[in-house]
């Protein structure tokens, strides 16, 4: 049963490490991430799963003690998800950053895994993986990490769409108000014109959540670099 969620945004940036000199554009949401997981650690969850983007076919799972790198944005910085044995894949970078973030507030509350979704992988096996997340054990909490639209502006990744800001809006509203039917109806070909990489992980919330009876708040919502990024705490 889903007891617990936290939803964090994704960019490497968020790592001070790799930020450097703009490290500190991000406090607010690191903040706002440290908060979220607090609460999954009140929750006392049997299990932790990351979900994040990543691939583009199958859901890929990542065990305990997988192990990342921000190598490729210049660091010599290593991630671990938790205690294990790991494997041979590394973390996809959405992954690595969660890692971070777990490191960072010294998590030992319950065993991590991963699972890497694809930007292709449909609503509906999204939702389904969802549903045997939350049956996987009495106490399951969910690591959600995404991103909104990267088109918010004309220096965003993206280039600036006004579809994008209308968007982040309705995700703001379903994050702040644990909604798992409007993630569900969020359009996936939308998302990907808008580059927005959250939409797969947030539909496998949208499954897990069926029936869970969670409250949610959002904690914070922006879009700095023109991207937009929420933290949002469901229990």
Not at 5 to 25: K, N
Request: hydrophobic fraction near 45%; glycine fraction near 14%; proline fraction near 8%.
């Amino acid at each position: 049963m889903l007891v617990a969620v936290a939803v964090c945004p994704c960019p490497p940036l968020l790592v001070p490490a790799v930020a450097a000199g703009a490290a500190s554009e991000l406090d607010e949401a690191r903040t706002a991430c440290s908060d979220a997981l607090g609460v999954l650690a009140a929750s006392r969850p049997d299990r932790l799963v990351v979900v994040g983007p990543g691939g583009e076919g199958e859901p890929v799972w990542f065990p305990a003690g997988s192990g990342g790198s921000f190598a490729g944005y210049g660091v010599d910085l290593t991630v671990r998800l938790g205690d294990g044995p790991g494997g041979e894949r590394p973390l996809p970078a959405p992954l690595a950053v969660a890692g971070w973030l777990l490191e960072h507030t010294d998590w030992a509350d319950a065993p991590i895994e991963g699972l890497a979704v694809g930007e292709s992988l449909e609503a509906a096996r999204c939702a389904g993986t969802g549903r045997e997340l939350a049956a996987s054990a009495e106490r399951v909490a969910l690591l959600v990490m995404g991103d909104g639209s990267a088109c918010r502006n004309v220096k965003a990744p993206g280039y600036l769409d006004e579809r994008a800001e209308p968007f982040d809006a309705a995700v703001g509203r379903a994050l702040g108000a644990a909604d798992p039917e409007a993630l569900l109806a969020l359009d996936a070909e939308r998302a990907r014109e808008l580059r927005a990489a959250g939409r797969a992980p947030w539909q496998v919330l949208a499954g897990a959540a069926e029936g869970a009876g969670l409250a949610g708040r959002l904690l914070y919502e922006d879009a700095p670099y023109g991207v937009g990024y929420f933290v949002a705490a469901w229990s």
